[in-house]
């Protein structure tokens, strides 16, 4: 009999539909909530997406996977409830919570909270710590959605579980040493990261979207041409970046589809197709995942972006690291055609606009000018000696956000101007920005010059990490860097290269914090709030104490 090896995870729900998406361990037909499915191969494990229609809106219904006619989630000895497809009621001022994160590793949940080596001990796991809150909390306190920005697993620092198999089948003796190698390693670290039974009873019972970052692949990835031309030396590197992009699209990307979307896409109709076939999909994946990757060297890309809609909510999820293109002799943080269809994406997004962005787009306005400037003497600002020094520190300093791809960030600051002017249909109350990556969780609010008309306000909100705090050091360097003297230094280095000052103004209004956090948006009719958890010790009453809580309108 089969049996699963990872999941359920819910994915994608609206009012009459839901995805259900298992790992098992064998060829098997999956059912869930009477919808079946075959399971499909790629290089010997086996996965399916169940496509559930028909549901009624506004309806709460437990769910079980049935695999082969027999009951293998939730298991008959379970502690957990049953899982629920919870679906909208489809009314434009239905209430919509969104919980969000990112950066999180996959570390044992009890003290001292280190892997058996005794490495960095990281905390307390915020997403473990709220599943916790849910089983005794009423249902109707429960978000109803979870956004996972960037960094689920990391390939460059890896999990206790992961090490040991690496430790078993290869050893660590040559590169990538005990970092993920190929695709068949990225199981096993997606393995670890959602097992943990409290992990996987929330990943079943809540919607989730994701989008990946640099440390789902490697530290630093597409920072630059320069970058990935070294990378492309490396032997280890071509089998790191074909698994990884494939382990990405079987394991979160493939979820974060709708159903319309699924029907329109060609690689998920070839893997049905070679399903149904009874062929094993991995040259297919391997194909894909290569032409995703040359993306970056001017190639025909993927689109990784995506967008789901909650009544008046709408989130749009960019991709702002696999669709880099760096090669094309106009850095761009997405390809032309990708951004044309963000920007079709945000017309009439009626009350809520929510811009998700693993990298911040408004960072605190020291580091965003350092940059900037960054960027410009590595386009020859300060002469071409200076070039391979700005290269350097551009890789060293992991200076690869928004701000250093200036073009693509006036862009797109230009096109939230013109939403929030109404110029795309009418104006949002908010537009929010969800980001990740920088391991401290902020708050702030961006202001436009009056002659724009923008009627929205528009915000950056970032939760990092979920479970990966930074070291002390970079924490006080990152506090100053909100500073008025942080700010005024950053300036006059941006200055001296030639940077433009940008047309809108923002601070650091809340934060920063470096704590394992967690953040929820609370959206009603035209009203916003914000609030950030932070994660108390595993023996607490109360395994989250809110730290932030702000009205946005």
Not at 54 to 61: I, K, N, S
Not at 381 to 407: C, M, N, P, S, V
Request: charged share 25%; net charge negative.
């Amino acid at each position: 009999m089969a049996k699963l090896v990872l999941g359920p995870l819910l994915r994608h729900v609206d009012e009459t539909s839901a995805t259900v998406w298992v790992e098992t361990d064998a060829a098997c037909e999956v059912s869930v909530l009477g919808c079946t499915t075959r399971t499909f191969a790629v290089a010997g494990h086996h996965y399916a997406l169940v496509v559930c229609g028909g549901l009624e809106p506004g309806t709460t219904t437990p769910y079980a996977v049935v695999l082969d006619g027999e009951t293998a989630y939730p298991e008959a000895d379970s502690s957990f409830p049953a899982p629920k497809v919870r679906t909208r009621t489809g009314a434009g001022d239905e209430p919509f919570r969104l919980l969000f994160g990112s950066c999180r590793v996959a570390r044992p949940h009890v003290p001292p909270y280190t892997d058996a080596k005794g490495d960095k001990a990281v905390g307390v796991d915020a997403l473990h710590a709220y599943g916790r809150r849910m089983l005794t909390a009423e249902e109707p306190e429960w978000p109803d959605a979870v956004l996972l920005v960037g960094d689920q697993v990391y390939a460059d620092e890896v999990s206790p579980e992961t090490v040991a198999y690496i430790e078993r089948t290869r050893g660590t003796e040559k590169p990538p040493k005990d970092g993920v190698a190929d695709f068949e390693e990225y199981t096993v670290l997606y393995r670890e990261a959602w097992s943990d039974p409290t992990i996987r009873w929330v990943l079943a019972t809540l919607p989730t979207a994701m989008v990946f970052d640099d440390h789902d692949i490697h530290d630093d990835w597409n920072t630059s041409a320069v970058w990935r031309r070294h990378m492309q030396t490396q032997s280890w590197w071509a089998a790191r970046i074909e698994g990884g992009l494939m382990a990405y699209w079987l394991y979160q990307h493939l979820g974060n589809l709708s159903p319309k979307a699924l029907a329109a896409d060609e690689m998920w109709a070839a893997v049905q197709q070679a399903g149904a076939e009874g062929a094993d999909c991995e040259q297919l994946l391997r194909e894909f995942a290569r032409r995703a990757d040359a993306e970056a060297d001017g190639g025909k890309g993927v689109r990784w972006s995506y967008r789901r809609d909650y009544g008046d909510v709408r989130l749009l999820v960019m991709d702002s690291r696999g669709g880099r293109v760096l090669e094309s002799g106009e850095r761009s943080m997405v390809d032309p055609a990708e951004w044309d269809w963000i920007v079709e994406q945000t017309k009439d997004c009626a009350s809520h606009l929510l811009l998700a962005s693993s990298l911040p787009v408004f960072l605190p306005p020291a580091i965003h000018y350092l940059e900037a400037w960054n960027e410009a003497v590595c386009d020859g600002a300060w002469g071409k000696r200076w070039t391979e020094w700005g290269e350097k520190i551009r890789q060293g300093a992991d200076l690869e956000h928004w701000a250093a791809f200036r073009r693509s960030w006036e862009r797109l600051v230009q096109l939230v101007s013109d939403v929030g002017a109404g110029k795309h249909g009418p104006a949002p109350a908010t537009i929010t920005f969800l980001g990740g990556d920088v391991h401290f969780s902020y708050l702030t609010e961006a202001h436009f010059p009056a002659a724009d008309g923008v009627t929205s306000r528009v915000f950056q909100a970032v939760c990092s990490p979920v479970r990966n705090p930074i070291n002390v050091p970079i924490q006080l360097g990152d506090r100053f860097a909100r500073t008025p003297v942080g700010r005024s230094i950053g300036r006059l280095v941006a200055r001296s290269a030639g940077v433009p000052a940008p047309k809108v103004s923002w601070g650091i209004d809340h934060g920063p914090r470096f704590d394992n956090e967690i953040a929820a948006l609370e959206l009603t009719g035209r009203r916003a709030l914000f609030r950030l958890e932070k994660a108390l010790p595993g023996d607490a009453a109360e395994p989250l104490e809110t730290v932030l809580e702000r009205q946005l309108s």
